[in-house]
């Protein structure tokens, strides 16, 4: 069945000018709020469904700009023979060049024969739905799609409000399944008179076919309704029509009572099975009322792991668990720019498809902090936590930003990962150790290309600059902490390790101690004893969350000033994030 090509959308709510060519299969867009994800759903249903009018305000016109009209265009392939029928639709079928994506007004051999549906809207309000063609629109000539077609193509709305698609209504999806339809006009009357139950009994051998589908599917998905569910009189409903007769379970309770992820997972299961007839399927934060487990399950209802794919799906969500699910080519992130809104594909090359897996929830924040392993992320998750709780100022997740973990090892790897957020527009800082420094090419093109770096000082890893940074007191509170996690034997072996067995932790004490302070030798030592290779004193995020939240923010006022810098640095990029 047809599947959409193109989308081009111009002054609609936040959309200024957006073209677009999605995949034929999942299309999943994410991007932060107000970005244009649930306009794009709202444009292709608005210009796609079956509807005859649609109530439009100024709101809808972009920043409020009634005097350019808006205009909706979808671009149609993969047509069946009565959409391609040149007797119906022969001056208006145009070519589809699949590897430029440039449409022809003629069709081309080499093209495919696609159908442009427009919708416009000017200053009056009213909608107005035409075929594209300059060649008609050279002759004078204007046309919509029939009726019948409309409908046939109408995509599948599944929102939190779906429940018409439980019942025989016009357009759901029930009415897609089979060629099936009730003759209810003479037993919705008796029923009404007599009993609601009598028109059940009648009207099962008329559904059967649907009735079996339905459990069928329920079955497949894992939703208990039961065997043996009937199509029965809505008791909701005052219209001897088609509209009244609604889906019920064995115990005779409508459907439309299932919970709302119930619901949504079903009739996405139902659409599937109808998809010989409309297989544009529109899901707005697919997330919405369902589990972990029940999101895998309707991905995989709706053909995400499918080759070729069942349905053609235009999607939105903010959750990591459909991020992790996707492969990157079924993800879409949006962005707006001053005269625009971009869809840009995230891509499923190797380090793409890794970050996805291990980090899905920063692809859904505008701004990410790369970090060259689990001690940065702890101490930045730990100062934050300090400074929200102690200061009261707002969280950098609630500023929008979020902390990836490169797990140390190559010191060009927090830019590998770093660039490929960067290459999607999204902000990006690199916290990264000096002990070893990356490529400085790699580095200057990062930075080049718009991203922040922020590294320790010379040639220091985050445990030096601890050690050299605090006051005494924090340095005390750092070797106690490592005493209580590792115990005396582990952290005094590798501070006679670091010295070369010039030092121990006793007499680092003893001088703390009787010295009144701890020297620089000893905090270079301590720094080095530290980091310590596969056994660090604070080389877990959970470790150096606690270290920052509990020593290092109650020191960091007193601490070297170069430190503070460094730390505040991090914490104002992040909060530039909406400027």
């Known amino acids: 069945m047809a599947r959409i090509r193109k989308i081009e959308i111009e002054n609609f709510r936040c959309i200024k000018v957006l073209s677009w060519l999605p995949s034929s299969g999942i ?47 979808v671009t149609l392939g993969e047509l069946d023979d009565g959409l391609k029928n040149l007797d119906t639709y022969g001056m208006y079928v145009r070519g589809f060049d699949t590897q430029s994506g440039t449409i022809e007004d003629e069709p081309e051999n080499d093209t495919e024969t696609v159908l442009t549906m427009r919708l416009t809207i000017a200053s009056d309000l009213e909608p107005l739905w035409s075929l594209v063609s300059e060649r008609a629109e050279a002759q004078g000539l204007v046309r919509n799609l029939s009726w019948g077609d ?58 059967g076919e649907t009735l079996d589908i339905v459990t069928a599917t329920a079955k497949e998905l894992g939703i208990p309704i039961g065997e043996n569910i009937k199509a029965m009189l809505d008791a909701h409903s005052v219209s001897f029509s088609g509209g009244a007769i609604s889906l019920h379970d064995k115990e005779g309770i409508p459907l439309r009572g299932l919970g709302i ?59 990591p668990v459909a991020l992790r699910e996707l492969d990157g080519n079924q993800l879409f992130v949006t962005r707006s720019a001053a005269d625009r809104l971009d869809v840009l594909t995230v891509g499923a090359a190797d380090d793409i498809q890794s970050t996805i897996r291990l980090y899905p929830d920063a692809f859904l924040a505008p701004s990410v902090i790369v970090c060259e392993g689990a001690s940065e992320v702890g101490l930045v998750r730990g100062l934050d936590q300090y400074r929200t709780t102690k200061n009261g100022l707002e969280a950098i997740t609630a500023q929008g930003t979020a902390l990836v973990d490169c797990g140390g090892g190559d010191t060009d790897r927090p830019f590998k ?18 002990d070893k420094k990356p490529a400085a090419d ?9 991203g922040k770096v922020v590294a320790w000082r010379d040639g220091r890893a985050l445990e030096d600059e601890l050690f050299l940074s605090l006051t005494d007191d924090g340095v005390d509170q750092l070797l106690d902490r490592a005493v209580e996690l590792h ?26 101690v009787f010295g009144n302070r701890i020297t620089p030798e000893d905090r270079a030592i301590l720094g080095k004893a530290a980091r310590t290779k596969r056994a660090g004193w604070f080389k877990s995020v959970t470790w150096m969350e606690d270290v920052a939240r509990d020593i290092v923010g109650p020191d960091l006022d007193n601490a070297d000033a170069g430190f503070r810098a460094l730390v505040e640095e991090v914490f104002a990029w992040a909060g530039d994030a909406g400027e």
Request: overall charge neutral; charged content about 25%; glycine content about 8%.
């Open 442 to 450: 790699v580095e200057a093109t990062f930075i080049a290309g718009g």
């Open 150 to 207: 409309r409908v046939r193509l109408a995509p599948t709305r599944i929102g939190a409000m779906a429940d018409y698609h439980l019942g025989w209504q016009r357009s759901s999806v029930l009415n897609r399944l089979s060629d099936e339809r009730a003759d209810t006009s003479a037993a919705l009357a008796k029923a009404a008179r007599d009993a609601r139950a009598a028109f059940g009994d009648d009207v099962q051998g008329q559904l």
């Open 417 to 434: 990962r770093a660039s490929v957020f960067r290459a999607l527009g999204y902000r990006v800082a690199v916290v990264r150790d000096d």
């Open 261 to 319: 992820g119930s619901r949504r997972l079903l009739i996405a299961g139902l659409q599937r099975k109808a998809a010989v007839q409309s297989s544009v399927i529109l899901i707005d934060e697919l997330e919405h009322g369902l589990e972990p487990h029940r999101i895998i399950r309707l991905l995989g209802s709706l053909g995400a792991k499918e080759t070729p794919p069942p349905l053609q799906v235009f999607m939105t969500t903010h959750s």
């Open 27 to 73: 299309n999943c867009l994410i991007g932060s709020g107000d970005s244009g994800k649930s306009s794009i759903l709202d444009a292709i249903d608005f210009c796609l469904g079956a509807r005859r009018n649609i109530q439009f305000t100024d709101a809808d016109f972009h920043l409020l700009n009634v005097e350019v009209p808006i205009s909706i265009s």
């Open 487 to 512: 115990g005396e034997g582990l952290v005094n072996d590798h501070i006679k390790s670091a010295s070369q067995n010039a030092k121990d932790l006793n007499s680092i004490q003893v001088q703390a």
